[in-house]
């Protein structure tokens, strides 16, 4: 009820029950942004009100609508919006396949615009453009102790090249290795066998990655887990982690284990 008596709260429900806004997605996209809007989105296409779409493209897309439009110069605005649209974007929606993008790719997409952003805003600043900038102003701006994203700026530097933009500069070159889409079911659960039968692998890789991949816990919350979180009660071993309990083995798996064996995998101290 204290929910429902906020300011946001009541003006987007009672435009919607009203009819004041038609029960759309844009309708809720003139909201403005924030935490309220984003959860009774979530509940009305969860209970099929609205059809599901890919709310990490759609921010990442406002993000690019944004910060393209804000920039000062129209030549950087023009460049800004061929890398984030057909180069970005495009790339993002093939890679995921029809699926939805995670927040993840997401955030590199928008390092990937800020490092762009930073560059084109340094050579102006220094009267110069893509098509003018030497190695030597590159190099400048690279060592610069203000210069940040100086990685990802490379990949854009590298489409200018490419787009013949930009001409006689040399970034460092960098390879993929992360994932280009987020892991399916197939592979969590191929994965997840191998964590629990592979006895190859260090326990502690073992035990980390299926907290990882069955109960969804952040690397830097596992790291900081000790024996002390550990306790054994009528057989059945638990890890404790604010504010509720995690219980092992999962019941639809099987992996013997008992304090000592996971003492074995955690450390005495963070």
Known sequence: MRWLSKGIVSTVLSDL????????HKALDEFPEG?????IRSVLVATGVLPQRDEQMVRLERHVKDLVTSHATDEGRKILH???????LRRLRRRSRGKDITHYQLTVARQHLRAAVHLLDWLEEHNLTLATCRQADLERWMTSDDTRHRREAGHFGRWALAQKIARDLSFPAERWNSPSQAMDDEARWDTTRRLLHDDTLKPEDRFAGLLLLLYAQWPAAISRLTIDHIEETDGAVRIRSAPSQSSFPHPSLTWPCNRSRFAAAMPSSP
């Open 17 to 24: 029950g009203t009819g004041r806004q038609p029960l759309t």
């Open 35 to 39: 935490k309220v809007v984003e959860h």
């Open 82 to 88: 061929r890398y984030a649209t057909w180069h970005l």
